[in-house]
């Protein structure tokens, strides 16, 4: 009589033996070397397939190169199985696949336990001449299948009841766990491989003390880059060779930092210092370290380090550091001579913006000198054609802000519906006839200076936007609700007397002293007859040179006549009066014919007021009494049409069509 085996017609019939093996399987695979888990692994499928009565028992592993190919591992072929297996498809089979990569089990007893969406696994499984299988995923930890364990009968049908299935799944996560452990081995010992090549690959050395053992460990790059001889390689011999030639600048410093690490009130270390090898001479290494472990005090008991020769690296960070200050000491230099021949020239030419030499011009830039390297509002005020416009380009040549371009407005020749938009700029469609967008007069000065000529003249309902822009660098675009905020330094210029405006409600008080914050009063040329003769000579100088023409005289009679003038265009008429005289001067002295000599010292008019008046009267009489246009008494003088009117009102000069009415 015979004894029965532990599995008969797919039944466990004696479980102790089945749990006899499964107790073996698991207490090999414990601890098991990565190198011996193939052969155990074979071994046990053998045991397995046997004991079971598997004709054909399979471990098949997809492939890390291909996900849609899965190849066998490991195989035990009974007698019946000519060919060895060969890596299958995903598309061989990809019913059963499908199932097994979700985890799932699949037992077929038959063929025709399989769906009819499983068409392709049936016609596959035919051709491999597989009667019944039975598939259970390889997987750890809930982490996707890494393969498959396949029991597969050739010669008849079986069945696979749930008792024999469970323990096969034991087995299963035996192999499963088995293998997850090889891959995990193999990409730590890959790891370990390429930190070593990458360790070497830069020069890195490590090392390991533990402190309750007295034990130091140093690899080879370690004992290279300190120059440790043979004889002193053992542990403690090697750290104290290392504490001898620390520099001694350093070694106080790293002793000290090192006593930190080690008593836990410095983790990790990164240091840099200096060591003397034995052959090579003074390095700069770079250590860092940090304690594994320490005991209940903080103490270290193990600590791990790691150092690199950076000397080549601190040699060249040393010399790029000579270069950088030798290279800062001559910017330095040039720096120095740069600024000072500016300050020559933007002085220079500051000074030559405004010539003059009398104590009131030389006043004027030395209010231009205090107030330029400030952000202050500078109003500078005085009659037309005195050169407020000079003064505003001074002070901004002489300003932090000289690098960007003076932008200039001025607010008496624009429509007072046109200038909000040219000084704060507008969208398309703000208004009737705004058919393109247009960025305003302050934001082209942003970082620069904005000079608002004739700010007299600014309708009062933009002396509001303009004050809070003066007040917070802040305002909208006609037609935009969006906020523009600028950096401007503002400088105006006005030839009226802005506090006889305030006083008529033509000028918002507050704007005038928002705007009045450092006043220049420009004199008239009668307040500075002594620079008459440089500024003619100025503008002959000018003049000669445009017009291609050698004017080096003046006679002694035309200039006493020109200093005696009262000039009531300024030095804009004066220069008007040069130029008309360089045009038809012919030779080489100037010829005014205005000035002839019929305009003698004593028949210039006694008071100030009648000079004036004879002149304007003289010019309107020259023009045929027209005051505007090219051709008319306004643009003869220099002056604005508007300003000519005033001065004629103010002396009691009719024009011709007053008087005709009045005859």
Not at 103 to 113: F, Q, Y
Request: glycine share 8%.
């Amino acid at each position: 009589m015979t004894s029965k085996g532990p599995v008969e017609n797919g039944h466990v019939q004696d479980p102790l033996a089945f749990e006899a093996m499964l107790a073996d399987l698991s207490s090999k695979f414990v601890n098991l070397p990565p190198a011996e888990v193939d052969r155990e692994i074979e071994e046990a499928l053998h045991r397995v397939c046997e004991l079971v009565g598997i004709d054909f028992g399979v471990l098949w592993q997809w492939s890390t190169n291909d996900p849609d190919v899965i190849t066998p591992t490991h195989v035990y072929p009974a007698q019946e199985v000519l060919q060895p297996a060969q890596p299958l498809h995903q598309e061989q089979f990809p019913w059963v696949v499908g199932e097994t990569l979700a985890g799932r089990v699949v037992a077929l007893s038959s063929l025709e336990d399989l769906p009819a969406k499983a068409a392709v696994d049936r016609e596959s499984a035919l051709q491999s001449g597989i009667k019944s299988n039975l598939s259970l995923p390889l997987a750890v930890g809930g982490e996707p299948p890494v393969g498959v364990l396949a029991f597969n009968t050739l010669r008849l049908e079986r069945e696979w009841p749930n008792e024999l299935v469970k323990r096969l799944q034991l087995v299963a996560q035996v192999f499963a766990s088995a293998l997850a452990r090889k891959r995990y081995d193999l990409s730590l010992r890959g790891s370990e491989a390429r930190r070593e090549a990458g360790a070497d690959l830069a020069g890195i050395g490590f090392y390991e003390v533990d402190f309750r053992e007295r034990r130091v460990f140093l690899d080879d790059r370690i004992l290279a880059i300190w120059g440790i001889p043979p004889e002193r390689e053992d542990g403690l011999g090697a750290v104290e060779f290392w504490m001898e030639h620390l520099h001694p600048d350093d070694r106080a410093h790293v002793l000290e930092m090192r006593e930190q690490l080690h008593s836990g009130r410095r983790n990790p270390l990164a240091v840099e210092y200096r060591f003397l090898h034995p052959t090579t001479g003074e390095r700069w290494i770079q250590h860092q370290a940090c304690v594994a472990t320490c005991d209940a005090s903080g103490n270290a008991i193990q600590s791990y380090g790691a150092i690199c020769d950076i000397t080549e690296r601190r040699r060249a960070e040393e010399a790029l550091r000579q270069s950088l200050a030798e290279i800062e000491q001559l910017k330095d230099r040039l720096q120095a001579e740069s600024d000072y021949l500016k300050a020559e020239i933007n002085l220079a030419q500051a000074h030559g913006e405004v010539t003059g030499q009398s104590k009131v011009i030389q006043m004027v830039l030395h209010q231009v000198e205090q107030v330029a390297p400030t952000d202050s509002t500078v109003l500078v005020h005085g009659e037309t054609g005195t050169g407020k416009e000079l003064v505003a380009q001074a002070i901004h040549r002489l300003s932090p802000r000289r690098q960007h371009v003076m932008v200039k407005i001025n607010c008496a020749a624009l429509p007072s519906g046109l200038i909000e938009s040219e000084l704060f700029g507008r969208e398309k469609g703000a208004f009737t006839g705004a058919l393109t967008r247009q960025i305003g007069r302050f934001e082209v000065a942003d970082h620069s200076t904005l000079f608002l000529d004739e700010v007299g003249e600014l309708p009062f309902e933009v002396q509001a936007k303009l004050l809070r822009v003066l007040e917070t660098g802040e305002f909208e675009r006609l037609g935009s609700p969006r906020t523009i905020k600028v950096d401007v330094r503002l400088i105006a210029a006005t030839n009226r007397d802005l506090t006889d405006a305030v006083g008529q409600g033509r000028f918002r008080e507050d704007l005038f002293y928002r705007l009045n914050v450092f006043p220049i009063r420009v004199p008239p040329l009668r307040e500075r007859t002594e620079d008459i003769p440089l500024l003619v000579w100025t503008f002959l100088e000018e003049f000669s040179s445009r017009m291609g023409k050698k004017i080096i005289q003046v006679p002694r009679k035309t200039m006493d006549v020109l200093q005696r003038h009262a000039w009531p265009g300024n030095v804009r008429q004066l220069r008007n009066v040069i130029e008309h005289g360089a045009i038809i001067t012919t030779g080489e002295t100037l010829k005014i014919p205005a000035f002839d000599e019929a305009t003698t010292p004593a028949a210039v008019p006694m008071t100030l007021a009648e000079a004036e008046r004879e002149f304007i009267v003289r010019a309107l009489e020259r023009t045929g009494w027209r005051i505007k246009g090219p051709k008319g008494a306004a643009a003869e003088l220099g002056l604005n049409p508007g300003t000519l009117y005033g001065r004629m009102k103010k002396l009691g000069i009719q024009s011709r069509r007053q008087t005709e009415d009045k005859s």
